[in-house]
């Protein structure tokens, strides 16, 4: 996207970005993140569009994971999982529509510790 007269290119995008959330009735895409991932978390209890992951493994020890449309584990779809062995990370992007994720967002931590960082939208309006 271009710039007009006085406009910076990051302005420009923003607006760009606001009046496509505004569109299709769902906001730009925007990180979560969990520093210190050890234990099942509720990431977001609302309706998101699940867009992509990061997840860095942290504890020196291979890391599995499950992430559920839902907000109780073993309850709703599985809508992403991994494996990492030590030391590694991971960065999957699903596009900028994302998976829809009626149930909310929850991650299930099978093994190790993890850095973990979703890209969701949300409803707006």
């Given at each position: 996207?271009?710039?007009?007269?006085?406009?910076?290119?990051?302005?420009?995008?923003?607006?760009?970005?606001?009046?496509?959330?505004?569109?299709?009735?769902?906001?730009?895409?925007?990180?979560?993140?969990?520093?210190?991932?050890?234990a099942?978390?509720?990431?977001?209890?609302?309706?998101?569009?699940?867009?992509?992951?990061?997840?860095?493994?942290?504890?020196?020890?291979?890391?599995?994971?499950?992430?559920w449309?839902?907000?109780?584990?073993?309850?709703?779809?599985?809508?992403?999982?991994?494996?990492?062995?030590?030391?590694?990370?991971?960065?999957?992007?699903?596009?900028?529509?994302?998976?829809?994720?009626?149930?909310?967002?929850?991650?299930?931590?099978?093994?190790?510790?993890?850095?973990?960082?979703?890209?969701?939208?949300?409803?707006?309006?």
């Open positions: 996207r271009a710039g007009g007269a006085g406009h910076t290119g990051e302005h420009v995008n923003q607006y760009a970005d606001a009046i496509d959330a505004a569109q299709d009735g769902w906001s730009a895409p925007h990180p979560l993140s969990i520093a210190d991932l050890t099942d978390t509720v990431i977001d209890g609302r309706e998101v569009r699940l867009c992509g992951w990061s997840v860095r493994e942290t504890a020196g020890a291979a890391a599995k994971w499950r992430l449309d839902s907000t109780t584990v073993g309850q709703g779809q599985i809508v992403g999982n991994g494996y990492l062995a030590a030391n590694l990370s991971d960065t999957q992007w699903l596009g900028d529509k994302g998976v829809l994720c009626v149930g909310g967002l929850t991650v299930d931590v099978l093994a190790g510790a993890m850095e973990f960082v979703v890209w969701v939208r949300h409803a707006v309006g």
